[in-house]
Nanobody, 121 residues
């Protein structure tokens, strides 16, 4: 089992910044693609950003240039730095770990409990 615990959500005014953290219960970054997803009320869960085991990153078009995904291998933690926040960024943000190879001790797909981000004036 792998536990993912998100933190750092909250309420912020448009143009503000937040940094989300996702702490994994153990070192899995060599075997997973780590991602941040978000889900607004009444909408599907969408990909925001990913970081591969090699450190390559990819972003949804809507957040490019504003959000940055990174990780600290020593802390087993992935971050999402969110700048220039807009009201449309309001959602519950979820951390995801997707295994890229089959390892019995790592589930193919793990999710955190989510953290609320609200952007409003």
């Amino acid at each position: 089992q792998v536990q993912l615990v998100e933190s750092g959500g909250g309420s912020v005014q448009p143009g503000g910044s937040l940094r989300l953290s996702c702490a994994a219960s153990r070192n899995i970054f060599r075997f997973t693609v780590m991602g941040w997803y978000r889900q607004a009320p009444g909408k599907q869960r969408d990909l925001v950003a990913i970081i591969t085991s090699a450190g390559n990153t990819n972003y949804a078009d809507s957040v490019k240039g504003r959000f940055t995904i990174s990780r600290d291998n020593a802390k087993n933690t992935v971050y999402l730095q969110m700048n220039s926040l807009k009201p449309e960024d309001t959602a519950v943000y979820y951390c995801n770990a997707r295994a890229v190879i089959s390892i019995p001790s790592i589930p193919p797909d793990s999710w955190g409990q989510g953290t609320q981000v609200t952007v409003s004036s």
